[in-house]
């Protein structure tokens, strides 16, 4: 049997940046993920400055596309918001690859299926043991529904569906767009532009929310495609978009049982206005290892519970000066 201080299920940012930080505070650990990196992963790729900030990413070295906007296009019925902030797109087919090789822990190729305990440790699939175990494997953690789901159960309400596809295009338009509640839609589209030729178009909404209008995000995606059509942002695409379900943040999601604990989309974290999620990976996977290794507390107060403070969003939409983050800003690690 395989034995680890500490495995972590899940490579992507969660995994990853626990992996990570672990791995500087001298600890042994393991990460196992059932796809072979680098793996296509369905997500618009915006990440905030906070990421930058606790991936410590020097930005001038990273290796693969990165693209910065210094505005936000927010599209309303009525009208639009221009907010001047800083904010930036990535691909996440090179993006997690590249974070999961920066963190210098070994992946093993594996797909967990159980999880029982045995004294203080945890064995996984009778292959595996540890003695702590970090859940990081987005929306069908194992971790999660073997050990957390009876305890702490995601509100349905908090569901978000998505759809969307990346691909190569020789945009015209180097500006971020995003849609707000087209046609109803309880959420919104984006029109995501990242370095050298690719770009990701996507629509999300609330599950529950669609299902009480009787409609479904298939029928807002063919509204989407037509308008891209229209404005001449994309045209002529065979349109093949793929479909991915998480959970935004709701209330205080259990985040620790024994020596198990839980990140990222597995303890749906992801933003409740943008359904942002990267940013509440990174750092719940680095707040996991500082509590392993350093036994720090842990929980989630820390995490932003949303991407913008719709009044300073304003503000810098009408004012020379950039937005900067309310909460998240301010946190520590
Ligand atoms: C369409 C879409 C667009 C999005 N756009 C954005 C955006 O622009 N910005 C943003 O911040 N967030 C966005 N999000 C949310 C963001 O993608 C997630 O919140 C983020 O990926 C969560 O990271 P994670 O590490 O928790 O999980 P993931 O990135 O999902 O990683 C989980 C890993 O666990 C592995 N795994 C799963 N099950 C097992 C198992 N049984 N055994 C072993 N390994 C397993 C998977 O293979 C995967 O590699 C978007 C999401 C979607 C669906």
Redesign the pocket.
């Known amino acids: 049997m395989r034995s680890a201080d500490v495995i972590i299920?899940?490579?992507?940012?969660?995994?990853?940046s626990c992996a990570w930080r672990l791995r500087r505070l001298g600890v042994d650990c393991l990460i196992?993920?059932?796809?072979t990196?680098p793996?296509p992963?369905?997500?618009?790729?915006?990440?905030?400055p906070e990421?930058v900030q606790d991936l410590e990413l020097d930005t001038g070295d990273y290796p693969h596309r990165f693209l910065s906007f210094k505005k936000l296009l927010f599209h309303f019925r009525y009208g639009g918001l221009r907010p001047r902030t800083l904010q930036h797109?990535i691909r996440?087919y090179e993006f997690?690859d590249w974070l999961l090789r920066r963190c210098g822990a070994p992946v093993e190729t594996?797909?967990?299926?159980s999880i029982r305990k045995d004294g203080d440790d945890y064995i996984l699939d009778e292959q595996y043991r540890c003695r702590y175990l970090v859940g990081?494997?987005?929306?069908?953690?194992?971790v999660y529904r073997n050990l957390f789901r009876t305890a702490s159960p995601r509100a349905r309400k908090k569901q978000?569906v998505?759809?969307?596809q990346e691909f190569p295009y020789d945009y015209r338009d180097e500006r971020c767009h995003l849609w707000f509640f087209d046609q109803g839609l309880p959420g919104y589209s984006?029109y995501?532009p990242k370095a050298d030729g690719y770009i990701?178009i996507?629509i999300?909404g609330f599950v529950t929310r669609l299902r009480q209008q009787g409609t479904d995000i298939k029928t807002h995606w063919d509204h989407l495609a037509q308008k891209l059509e229209r404005k001449k942002l994309v045209q002529g695409h065979h349109w093949e978009p793929k479909g991915?379900?998480?959970y935004v943040r709701g209330k205080q999601p259990l985040c620790r049982i024994d020596n198990a604990f839980i990140?990222?989309?597995?303890a749906g974290?992801?933003t409740k206005d943008?359904?942002?999620?990267?940013?509440?990976?990174v750092r719940?996977?680095l707040l996991a290892a500082a509590a392993i290794a350093q036994g720090t507390p842990y929980d989630f107060s820390s995490i932003g519970r949303r991407s913008f403070e719709p009044r300073q969003l304003l503000l810098s939409a009408l004012l020379p000066r950039p937005y900067r983050p309310g909460k998240q800003g301010k946190n520590t690690l």
Do not use: Q
Not at 32 to 35: A, G, N, S, T, V
Not at 274 to 281: F, L, Q, T, Y
């Open positions: 299920v899940g490579g992507g940012p969660a995994g990853s196992l993920d059932k796809e990196f793996r992963k369905l997500c618009a790729g915006w990440i905030t990421v797109s996440r997690d594996h797909e967990v299926r990081a494997g987005g929306t069908r953690c194992p978000v998505t759809l969307e984006w995501v990701n996507g999300g991915y379900s998480y990140s990222g989309d597995a974290l992801a943008m359904a942002e999620g990267i940013g509440p990976a719940s996977g």
